[in-house]
């Protein structure tokens, strides 16, 4: 199957800093790339889609300057946490769509933590 | 609107026992994708199964077994002989054909006891 990389697997930042999370399609190329979120014991809610070479598509309630994507290559797309605080500490994962692919695949996930 | 329904939030068994975790879906798409995933403590997704809205036809993979109908929205695993290593949260999911974007169930938690 399509293999979907996120770096980093787990991440502590201090509160008031930024993060950034990579997602990347190692052996196809990912038109469309989705982040989403899980809280502990919850589960994965989506958070935006993002098609290479556009802006990202957020869903109602998440903040689009709090949560930066980019999807500047068909192989990559980023999230920036921004001045990321306590609350922002979350499961992320992010799942990638190639053009002849029917499912998207997901990546092993990122545990934040903001002290 | 699209919903998925794991009404079990968590089962306990003991090993060797079989196990069903229940899935109920709602969309008005005639074209869409079913799914079980798999979340160890790690928290990676681990894929098990997909099946498209026009096979109903029932698959089993070693202990693993899935009953997908139609007539009642549901798509239900069934482990077999459960194992402690099945252990895990288990996730059922729906896309539809053309947008992608995974709706998933609120999971069940599924403990494997020695």
């Known amino acids: 199957g399509a293999v979907v990389s996120q770096h980093p697997s787990w991440v502590i930042c201090k509160s008031g800093t930024s993060v950034k999370i990579e997602c990347r399609s190692l052996?196809?190329?990912?038109?469309?790339m989705f982040w989403y979120r899980q809280f502990p014991k919850q589960s994965l809610m989506l958070m935006a889609t993002?098609?290479?070479?556009?802006?990202?598509?957020?869903e109602q309630g998440v903040e689009k300057d709090k949560f930066l994507i980019n999807h500047a290559s068909l192989t990559l797309s980023t999230l920036t946490v921004t001045s990321a605080h306590p609350e922002d500490s979350s499961f992320y994962i992010c799942?990638?769509?190639?053009?002849?692919?029917?499912?998207?695949?997901f990546g092993q996930g990122t545990r934040l933590t903001v002290v | 609107a699209q919903k998925v329904t794991q009404a079990q939030t968590e089962i306990s068994v003991v090993e060797k026992e079989d196990v069903t975790l229940d899935c109920v879906y709602e969309?008005?798409?005639?074209?869409?994708?079913l799914f079980w995933y798999k979340q160890p403590p790690s928290g990676e997704l681990v894929f098990l199964i997909r099946?498209?809205?026009?096979?109903?036809q029932n698959e089993i993979s070693g202990r693993y077994s899935w009953n997908f109908q139609k007539s009642t929205s549901s798509f239900n695993f069934t482990i077999t002989a459960s194992q402690v290593v099945d252990s895990a949260v288990y996730f059922c999911?729906?896309?539809?054909?053309?947008?992608?974007?995974?709706?998933f169930g609120t999971g069940t938690r599924l403990k494997v006891l020695a």
């Open positions: 999911a729906l896309i539809s054909s053309g947008t992608y974007k995974y709706i």
């Open positions: 099946r498209n809205s026009f096979d109903e």
């Open positions: 993002s098609n290479e070479g556009s802006k990202a598509t957020y």
């Open positions: 052996d196809f190329q990912a038109t469309t």
């Open positions: 799942s990638a769509l190639g053009r002849t692919l029917t499912e998207a695949f």
């Open positions: 969309t008005r798409d005639t074209t869409y994708y």
